[in-house]
């Protein structure tokens, strides 16, 4: 099968959905003129500063740069983009109309776009007199950061909405007035000197670790995954999977996951995502037998869980590695298994769905041929076999990793592209300039992708800096008087919140936010009460539910992205999508628990290989259970079984000490549980025999 059909069957939808992209971007004008040419200018010229910061050949022959520099051109470029780029309303209120213009820029956007570079770059051009005054700021200094401080906020609330901004706000807020809280909330205000001391020259506000990471690592995987998209990788991804996946029973759907992870892995963006596979997945489901709302549901589902797939992971899992002060390979090594239990359990529920509607196997000749496919997309794997080699062989650094398999893409991208204009008959000079042309479109795309996380980040550290104030030590209080010292309260309150926070807010926003308020205060009070949890786990905990906010109705921006395709109402959309993801939902409560889902202290091949049979297993009985199917519908004491068989697998440490088995021998409980399934497959095998003798 060819994608023409699909794609003319969507054509109507294809704009829609690239103004859910642009909307998750913040950059929704439509520029002309010397406008538009100036802000692709800023944004290439970013891409090439990312990307020449990251060369060693430029460190040891030109000198590197420091941190602080990098960080506030980073934030300096992401703040130019997005007054240029984002209007400040979405839609005329108050009769004011040149404040939603769309396809230029207001005269007040260009007085806020210079007041917001100098402000960012006030600390590059006076680095060493601020150093020499710490402590002591000059009015001038107080000014300055004020600026920046208004303009980071409003940026924000161009680029990514009013939540982050509210949030923010609330935190500055409660630095002065800290002392008039109640007694739990209460501690000592602190001056405007000290504030912007901390917010604006120090390492612990809007410069603070999260905009490192986004400035020196986070931009390149952002850039690398705009690269491989623009280059048709996902396109070529999508249809390698349905060509292997697409003749199983309710193969579609288990294509849209499988597809939709890999996508994932190097996207980092849930409606980018989308965009992406659901163009192709969702019209084929459809066409499979899959009812509108449930192909929609799916691929929400499949997309918003691909930022959970190793080894990217999107932006979140850079941060985590710098909290926990561990190499990014145990980010990586942490999350693989839950990652992979979560899509195992996804596909699962794909086939349970198909066994419910009584879908048959789609059609061979509407599938891909899969060696046409392969040979055609072969040299789309060869960036990712640099960047996975780099990573998880040579382990090199994140950002030199990213560096390279940037660098590959380019040459892929470029010999792609003049070899089609060759052979398009284009002579050599207008294939070099076509190809050259896509190259930097990639480099375009990638900045403005980049622009909500770098001021996600930056306006994040706002957070991060009042909490370092002296937030941080009262939240442990804080958080032991509301649960109670109950643990499993404490997670289920973190979880909540992780939620509501991250229905208004991008995944790196909410994981940054929830994981300075909580993830350590997790890890003491646990082990007040005399559980062992490491820290890692608490801040994968917060990063899960953060991914999960992204679905979560009413707001949850995937599922309008994916009614855009499947043309269905979104609501119902998101709340199926939100169900299916109910069985990643509980792996962090597992993992948290019971360590040895992110192989903490675990080491070898054959324990890491029974700890993800069981893991699988145990999140496939759970998704049985929520989904009411196992072999046939559920009865009643047939979903008990299924509770307890979840319970063994996902919890063997727990259930040995129930039945006093030795530690060392708690996965001896796991044959138990798959004779429980087994036998339960059995007898639902027998009931619809049964069933059918007599009808």
Known sequence: ??????????????????????????LTRR????????????????????????????????????????????????????????????????????????????WY????????????????????GLAARSGTALPRDIVVGVTLLILLLEGCRRAIGPALTMLAAAFIAYAF??????????????????????????????????????AKTVFLFVLFGS???????????????????????GGP??????????????????????????????????????PARTAAAIEVAASTNGQLAPPIMGAAAFIIAEYCNVAYIEVVKAAAIPAFASYAALVYITHLEACKLGLERAPKSELPDFRATLLGGLHYLLPLAVLLYQLIWLQVTPEA???????????????????????????????????????????????????????????????VGVVSLGLGSQIVNIVDHISRGNVHLMLLITAVASLIIGMGLPTTATYITMASLTAVVIVQLAGKHGIFMPLIAAHLFVFYFGILADDTPPVGLTAYAAAAIAKSPPIPIGIQGFLYDIRTAILPFVFVLNPDLILHNIDGLLMPLLIAFTACAGVCAFAALTQHWFHARN?????????????????????????????AQRYYTAPFALLLLACLYGWQHFRIRKSALRG
């Open 31 to 106: 520029l002309a003129g010397a406008p538009k040419m100036l802000a692709a200018c800023i944004a290439i010229g970013w891409s090439l500063f990312q990307f020449a910061i990251a060369s060693k050949w430029i460190a040891q022959h030109f000198g590197s740069l420091e941190s602080i520099y990098i960080k506030a051109i980073h934030l300096s470029f992401a703040l130019a983009l997005v007054f240029l780029c984002s209007p400040a309303l979405k839609k005329p209120r108050l009769g004011l109309k040149s404040l939603t213009a769309m396809n230029r820029v207001p």
């Open 227 to 249: 690269m491989l998209e623009r280059a048709g990788g996902g396109r070529f991804f999508t249809e390698l999977v349905l060509s292997v996946l697409g003749g199983f029973r």
């Open 109 to 128: 956007d260009w007085l806020l776009m210079s007041l917001a570079l100098g402000s960012a770059l006030y600390i590059v051009f006076d680095r060493e």
């Open 177 to 214: 007035f800290a002392e008039h809280m109640p007694d739990i909330l209460a501690m000592k205000s602190v001056s405007l000197r000290r504030l912007i001391g901390q917010m604006t020259m120090s390492d612990e506000g809007v410069y603070g670790l999260p905009l490192r990471v986004s």
């Open 253 to 290: 759907a288990k294509a849209a996951v499988v597809s939709s992870g890999l996508t994932g892995m190097v996207s980092g963006s849930s409606i980018a995502n989308i965009v992406t596979t659901g163009t192709f997945t969702i019209p084929l489901m459809k066409r499979s037998g899959y």
């Open 1 to 26: 099968m060819t994608s023409e059909p699909l794609q003319t069957e969507n054509n109507d939808s294809l704009d829609l959905l690239g103004d859910w992209a642009a909307e998750e971007e913040g």
């Open 401 to 463: 990793a990213a560096y390279y398999a940037c660098g590959m893409m380019g040459v892929v991208m470029l010999a792609q592209d003049f070899i089609k204009a060759r052979h398009a008959s284009r002579s050599v000079n207008q294939s070099a300039l076509a190809a050259f042309r896509n190259l930097f479109a990639a480099l375009e795309h990638g900045a403005k992708n980049m622009v909500a996380v770098a001021l996600a980040c930056a306006g994040a550290g706002v957070i």
């Open 635 to 663: 009865r009643w004491y047939e979903a008990s079984f299924l509770l307890i068989a979840a319970l063994v697998l996902l919890r063997p440490d727990a259930t040995a000490q129930l039945l006093s088995i030795p530690h």
